[in-house]
C-alpha cells in the first residue's frame, strides 16, 4: 500500500496534489496518506520534540497523530496547506498534552533527550543542554504559550500565519508571543532580571 | 514586525529550534507508516463490517416496518370503509367520501344522493339515527346545490325520495322520544297537493316514501310548482327562483 516510490512529499509543493492527496485520504487510498505522512511528518514530529525534549516519546506522539489522523480525516473541511497543517498540529498538540498528563500520573517515565548521530558529540552536549534550560524553562508557560514559541521559532510560522491557524487576532498572537518570550527569559536568566 | 529578541534568549531559541528539527530516525518514521497503514486498512474494514452488519438489519427492519403499516392502513380502510356515524373509524369513511367526490370525472350530485341514502338507511336501522339524519340532511343539501344547474336530470326523483324519506324519519325520531332535529317540527314543504309529512311518516308506512314523486322532476320549462324544496333546511332557492 505504501509503496516506497509513491513517497514523495516534495511532489504536493503544487496545492493541487495536495489536495487530490487529501481526496484519497478521505476515500482510504494509501497513496494519499502517504503523500500526506511525506509532507506533515516532519513538522509534528518536531513539534512534538520541541515541547516534550524526548526524542521517543516525539516518535511515539507523532506516530499517534498520523494514526488519528486516520479516524478523523472525514470532519477536515479545508483541504487546503495552512489549514491541513494547522489540523496536523492541532492534533500533536493535543496528543503532546495526553503524553504529558500520563507523565505527571507515572512519574517513574522521565523525559529522556537521546543524542542524534552526530560527528561532534562537543557540539550536540551543548545545543542539547541549551534546549532542555528552554524546555525546563517552557514549563512555566502556559500551554498556549508554548504552542506559539513552538511554532515561531521551531516552525518558522510567520505571525500571520500563527494568527490564522490558532484562530485570533494578530495582535493577540503578538502579544502573547512577547508575554511569553518575556517569561522565557526571567526563567532562564532570573539574575538578569533581578 | 515583531519585538526584537534579546540576543541571550535567541541563542536559546535557536538551540532549542536546532534540538527540535532534528531529522526523524528512520525506524520511528517506518514504524509510524506501519501503524498508519494497520488503522487505515482496519477503518476500512470496520467500514465494510459496519455496513455488512447493519445493512440487513436495515433492510428487513424497514421492509417489516413497511409490510406492518401497509397492513395497518389496509385494516383501517377497510373497517372504516362504511363505518357507521358515531364510530371511531366514520373519519374513514368521510375521508373516503371526500375522496370519491373529488376523482376527476365524478357526478358529484349522485354521489351525494348515495351518501345520503347510505344515512338514510342507517338513521332506519336506528345507528345513530341523530347523527345520520344529520348526515343525510347535509348530503341533499350538497346533492340540491349540484343539481341546480341541471333541471331536467333525472336525479331530482330520487332527491325528492330521499328529502321525503328524511322528514320521515326525523318525524319518527322525534315521535320516538329522540332530541328534535333543526328540520323537526317544521312545515312540511307543500307539494302536489298530497301530504307526505310528518303525520304520514309517523305511521311508519315508509315503503311509500322511497320511491320518487312521479309529479316531482321539473319539466324542463321551469314548471316547479309542487317541488318539495325546503329553503329553510337546505339554505338554497328553489330551482325555480
Redesign the interface.
Known sequence: ??DESERGGESLADPNRLEQAVEAARR?E?QG??AL?ERF??DV???A??RL?D??AA?DV??DV??A???SIKGLRDPREPALQAWFLHICRHKVIDHIRRLNRHPGGALR?EP?PDPDPSAIA???L??Q???AAMTRLTDEQQDI??RR??LDQS?ENVAATTRRSLGAV?SM??RA?ES??RA??PKRVA | ???P??P??S???D???????????RH??D???D???T???S??VE?RTRWRLFRPRFRYAGLVAGVCTLAAAVAVAAAGWNAPPGSALFVVRAARQGVMLKLPGSDDAVLHLQFAEQSLTEARDRIDPEQGLANARTELSAALSELMSQRTSPLWARYYGDERLLLAEESQLEIDGGSPSPRAGQPTPIGDGQTNGPTQAATGDHEDLTSPRSSAPPSGQGDYAGAMISPSASGSPRPDA
Open positions: 500500500m505504501f482510504g494509501g496518506w502517504t505522512f511528518y516532519p514530529h518536531a513539534y520534540l520541541a525534549g526524542l521517543t516518535e507523532a506516530q498520523f494514526v489522523a486516520v479516524t533527550l542524534a551543548e545545543t542539547n541549551e534546549s534550560r528552554v524546555r514559541l513552538v521559532f521551531v505571525l503578538k508571543q512577547h518570550l522565557l527569559r532562564l536568566d | 514586525m515583531s519585538d529578541i534579546d541571550v534568549l541563542d536559546h531559541l538551540a532549542w529550534r536546532e534540538s527540535s528539527r532534528r531529522a526523524p530516525r520511528a518514521r514504524r509510524a507508516i501503524a498508519m497503514e488503522a487505515l486498512a477503518a476500512v467500514r
